[in-house]
């Protein structure tokens, strides 16, 4: 007779792009074991990876993690950590500038507990996947994936270069008043010889798209350990509620 199979309780959130319910299971010791492997290797294609994983493995049903935007992969993440681990963490908030010291560094960091089921995406007002570039063109954006998360460490590449291959892997359609060009209907060269054809105005616009993409965050209200001044701060991105 085989042993017994265990099984794990299911948990459902919304996935904040699309609204969608997304039932997941919490991590079990193999799910674990992936991550303090590639923890232990502090390298961050290994913990990408292992991230990427781990979703895979915990959440029911055919989402694409592959196709998930960056704020999507980190909120489910964190929702698995919660159900996992425990929904409640105590982080470590650096020093900040106070009142007492005449704008110098408070001389300890603070403690801070965090439930990490209150933890939310925060979109901007102001966010629009659609851009206009003048009055006749106008181009259509899409949210980086985990892939480009995984890419953020390649070595051969230069922060710019990094940078503008993700602005180039996210435009998802070129427009005018007569014609729509999707991603696929033009080759890699034409769209290099479009982006390095925008001049600085045109693509600061494109830059707003990524300076407003939504994002993990929570605002923190504690009292300074050194100086006893009540401040408000606000963590955002996954890393920061593993402090």
Known sequence: MGLPKLNSTIHETILPSTGQVVKYRPFLVKEEKILLTAMESED???????????????????????????????????????????????????????????????????????????????????????????????IKLKYPDINVLKDRGAKDQSDMEMGMSVIKNCIDMIFTKEETHERGSFTEEELDEFVDSLNSEQFKKVKEFFDTIPKLSHTVEYTCKTCGEEKKTTIEGLSSFFG
């Open 44 to 138: 961050e294609k290994s913990i990408v990876g292992a991230v990427k994983q781990i979703l895979k493995n915990c959440i029911q049903g055919n989402l694409n993690i592959d196709e998930l935007p960056t704020f999507d992969v980190e909120f489910m993440f964190l929702r698995l950590r919660a159900k996992s681990v425990g929904e409640k963490i105590t982080v470590g908030l650096k020093p900040f500038p106070c009142a007492e010291n005449e704008g110098e560094l408070c001389k300890f960091s603070t403690e801070v507990e965090i439930n990490l089921e209150e933890v939310q995406v925060v979109k901007n007002e102001k966010h629009s996947s659609k851009i206009m570039i003048n009055d006749d063109i106008g």
